[in-house]
């Protein structure tokens, strides 16, 4: 059998949108934990990461399975992660920081990430069941 059809049917597109949903995540715990931060900062205006529209614009991009041939052609699998801070607003008609709703934002994102990883670890349950079964 071939090994990239092998691959492909053990980290199918479910891993993938598991792998882009918590990168999205991820940065938008940075940007919220800088609101937290910056609560007492005059001036400071709070920023979010529309999640949404990031989540679904990286779902247009469509997942090519690649055979890197030099170091230099794709980045490695730790150089994968992005980071969408760069992407993050501005909250509008916020003076301020306002902390229980900063707060309140991050426990929700936290919740959406660890739901993402438990949904990773059943995925890898599932393959490890497969596997010892075929023993």
């Known amino acids: 059998m071939n090994h990239l059809l092998i691959g492909k049917k053990l980290f199918d597109r479910t891993m993938a949108v ?15 934990s800088s609101n ?15 999640f949404e529209k990031i989540f679904e614009r990286t779902l247009e991009t469509p997942v ?16 994968e992660t992005r980071d969408f801070s760069a992407e993050a ?17 991050l426990a929700e ?14 995925k890898f349950e599932a393959l490890k069941a497969t596997i010892s079964e075929t023993r």
């Open 36 to 50: 937290i931060a910056n609560t007492e900062t005059p001036g400071y205006v709070s920023k979010d990461l529309p």
């Open 18 to 32: 598991v792998q882009k949903s918590m990168d999205i995540r991820a940065s938008r715990h940075k940007i919220l």
């Open 109 to 122: 994102n936290n919740l959406m990430f660890q739901a993402g990883v438990q949904v990773l670890i059943k």
């Open 64 to 79: 090519i399975p690649a055979k890197r041939t030099h170091p230099s052609h794709f980045p490695s699998m730790q150089e």
């Open 89 to 105: 607003e501005e909250e509008p008609g916020q003076g301020g920081v306002n902390i229980d709703q900063q707060m309140a934002k």
